[in-house]
């Protein structure tokens, strides 16, 4: 399976933007895809997580509220729709796949495959 991360960009601080993960090779059925985020110098910090085979979603408490994963199966494209963006939110932004179990979702080391990343980067 390869990721193909995309959507990221400039906003300002309260602006929305979409990320998208292509998924290629195969279906995402028995996956559960995650979305992570790094900033320069910080480790990869857990933001969402999905599981193909049933839709449970699963949220950091920083995004909460303000950040909708959901997905496309005709696309096999999983999406994070990210409103009210803070500056904080600056970070690249990557996807990942795993098979564990969903309590460990949240710990990037964790994860088998990633995609290549995407810059979202929002000014005050």
């Known amino acids: 399976v390869q990721l193909q991360a995309s959507g990221g960009g400039l906003v300002q601080a309260g602006g929305s933007l979409r990320l998208s993960c292509a998924a290629s090779?195969?279906?995402?059925?028995?996956?559960?895809v995650g979305w992570f985020r790094q900033a320069p110098g910080k480790e990869r910090e857990f933001v969402s997580a999905f599981r193909w085979s049933g839709g449970t979603t699963r949220y950091a408490d920083s995004v909460k509220g303000r950040f909708t994963i959901s997905r496309d199966l005709a696309k096999n494209t999983l999406y994070l729709q990210m409103n009210s963006l803070k500056p904080e939110d600056t970070a690249v932004y990557y996807c990942g796949l795993t098979r564990i179990v969903w309590s460990g979702t949240a710990n990037h080391k964790r994860y088998d495959v990633w995609g290549q990343g995407t810059q979202v980067t929002v000014s005050s």
């Open positions: 090779g195969r279906t995402l059925s028995g996956y559960i």
